[in-house]
C-alpha cells in the first residue's frame, strides 16, 4: 500500500459523522462534523449555498460538476493536441481593453490606494503607477493569441478572464473562464466548422465516460422547469447532449435572423419586449427565439453582424476593392446560439491589414499613441507600447510589421459546462463564483 492510499484510509477512519446534505445534494457525504454545520439535512436554496462556496464544494452534485469540468478541460486539450495546436498561456494583467467596451479591473497595489488620497493632478497619480500607467485584468486573450498566431499557426488557451460589468443575472460572472483558439484562415467557415468540431468531439467522448451516467442519473443542479418533472427533466437534458451531436448546425446571416424575428412578430407568433431593429442587435428573446426556432434542438451560427454593434478588431464581411456599402458595412463574424443558453461561443475574421486596422481604432475611440501613424513604414514606428492608458501600439505593431489572414473565436466555458449539465445560473457551475457585489473566499 503507496503512503498516499495510507494517508487516505486514517484520513477515512478519522470521519465518525456525515455532513447530511439537502434535498438538491444527494447521498451524505463523510466529513468532520460540528454542531452548527451550514449544511443540513434539509432544502437549501442556491443562494443560500453560493454564500458558503467553500462548503457547497462538498455536495455530491457539486463534486460532479469539478469532475465535469476537469474531464472537460482534459478532452479539449486531446482535441487540440490531435490537430496540432499549440497550447499558450496569456498573461492575466494586461495594457489594453480587448472589446473596447471599458468593462475592465485596474490593477493597483494596497499601498497606491491608501496614498491616492494625498495626491493631487494627473501627474502626481500617474506617478504612482505600479507599472508606470494603468493595466487591467484581462477581458480576453484573443489579442495575446494573434501574436502568436504568426508563428506557430493554430493556437488556444485555457484561462480566467474578468468583466466589471454590473450585471445581476443568471448568465453573468466577474471572473470566468475562456476558451480562446485562433487559425491561420481566410474563410470564416473555417473558424466555425474548428467551433463545430470541437463541441461534438467534446460531448460525444463525454457521453461514453462515467460523467455522463453520473449526470443523467443525479441531476440536480437546478429545479424543474413550470409543469415539469424528473423525467421530462432528464429528457429534456438528454436532448440537449443530442442536439450538440447532430449536425451540421445551421448557418444564418444577421439580416435573415432579423428578418425572422420581424416576420414572427408581424404574424403574432411571438409578442417580443424589443422590437427587433437592425441597429440594436439581438436581445436575449431575440435569441431564444432563433436557437428554438431555426435550430430545432440543435445550436446555430449567426454571421454576418452590423460593424457598429461588434469590436474593432473584426475584418468587414467584403473587403474587396469591388465592395459595395452594404458589406462594408458588416463584419465577417458569428455567434454561436445554444437553445436555452443562448449565446456560448462568438468569433471572428481578425482585420489583418495595418491601414484599415489604424482607421477602425480612431473610429472607435481606442488609444493610440501620437507618434503611431496610418502608414506600414517602418523606418519610424514606435517599437514598443507607449505610456498612454490602454495604448494598443503593440497590437498595431502585429500588423505593422507583416501579418497573415487569421481568425478565432472564445467560448464560455462555464456556460458550456451549465449547458452539459443542466444547470441554468452560471454561478452554480463556478466552484467560486464572483458576481457584481459579491466575492466570497
Known amino acids: 500500500m503507496s503512503a498516499w492510499e495510507r494517508a487516505e484510509l486514517r484520513a477515512q477512519s478519522s470521519r465518525s459523522q456525515n455532513c447530511g446534505t439537502n434535498k438538491s445534494g444527494g447521498k451524505p457525504t463523510p466529513c468532520l462534523l460540528g454542531p452548527t454545520y451550514p449544511i443540513q439535512k434539509k432544502y437549501h436554496t442556491a443562494e443560500y449555498l453560493r454564500a458558503i462556496p467553500h ?15 476537469s474531464e472537460c478541460d482534459f478532452l479539449t486539450a486531446a482535441f487540440f493536441r490531435g490537430r496540432q495546436f499549440v497550447r499558450l498561456q496569456p498573461p492575466i494583467i494586461t495594457s489594453s481593453d480587448c472589446e473596447g467596451a471599458g468593462e475592465v479591473f485596474t490593477l493597483s497595489p494596497r499601498t497606491d490606494l491608501a496614498q491616492v488620497g494625498h495626491t493631487t493632478g494627473k501627474v502626481a497619480a ?15 486573450s484573443q489579442l495575446h493569441l494573434e501574436a502568436f498566431v504568426h508563428e506557430h499557426r493554430r493556437v488556444w488557451s485555457l484561462s480566467p478572464t474578468f468583466r466589471a460589468e454590473k450585471s445581476d443575472t443568471p448568465r453573468h460572472l466577474s471572473e470566468f473562464w475562456m476558451l480562446e483558439a485562433e487559425i491561420r484562415t481566410e474563410s470564416l467557415d473555417d473558424v466555425m466548422d474548428l467551433v463545430e468540431d470541437l463541441i461534438r468531439s467534446l460531448t460525444r467522448s463525454l457521453e461514453k465516460s462515467s460523467i455522463a451516467k453520473e449526470i443523467f442519473a443525479d441531476n440536480r443542479g437546478e429545479q424543474p422547469h413550470q409543469g415539469e418533472n424528473n423525467v421530462s427533466r432528464l429528457h429534456r437534458l438528454q436532448r440537449r447532449w443530442q442536439g450538440l451531436q447532430d449536425g451540421p448546425w445551421p448557418r444564418i446571416t444577421y439580416q435573415e435572423a432579423k428578418s425572422i424575428l420581424k416576420t414572427a412578430a408581424v404574424n403574432q407568433k411571438v409578442n417580443f419586449d424589443h422590437e427587433p431593429l437592425q441597429s440594436l442587435g439581438l436581445q436575449l428573446e431575440h435569441e431564444r427565439f432563433i436557437a428554438s426556432e431555426i435550430g430545432k434542438g440543435s445550436p446555430v451560427f449567426v454571421t454576418n453582424y452590423p460593424r457598429e454593434v ?20 458588416t463584419v465577417a463574424c458569428f455567434d454561436l446560439l445554444f437553445p436555452d443558453a443562448c449565446e456560448v461561443v462568438g468569433g471572428s475574421l481578425r482585420e489583418h491589414r495595418f491601414a484599415q486596422l489604424s482607421q477602425s481604432m480612431h473610429q472607435q475611440g481606442l488609444s493610440r499613441s ?19 492608458p490602454g495604448n494598443l501600439d503593440w497590437y498595431l505593431d502585429l500588423r505593422r510589421y507583416g501579418s497573415v489572414p487569421h481568425g478565432g473565436f472564445g467560448l464560455g466555458f462555464d456556460r458550456l459546462l451549465g449547458y452539459l449539465a443542466g444547470v441554468d445560473n452560471i454561478r452554480d457551475v463556478a466552484p467560486w463564483p464572483r458576481y457584481y457585489g459579491r466575492c466570497d473566499c
Open 126 to 140: 500617474r506617478s504612482q503607477e505600479f507599472f508606470r500607467s494603468p493595466k487591467y485584468l484581462t477581458v480576453s
Open 370 to 388: 501620437s507618434q503611431s501613424e496610418t502608414s506600414t513604414e517602418s523606418h519610424n514606428p514606435p517599437l514598443s507600447p507607449s505610456g498612454e
Open 310 to 329: 461588434k469590436p474593432f478588431y473584426m475584418l468587414p464581411s467584403n473587403f474587396g476593392d469591388d465592395a459595395d456599402g452594404d458589406d462594408r458595412s
Open 55 to 69: 462548503l457547497r464544494l462538498r455536495i455530491p452534485f457539486n463534486a460532479l460538476l469539478a469532475r465535469l469540468r
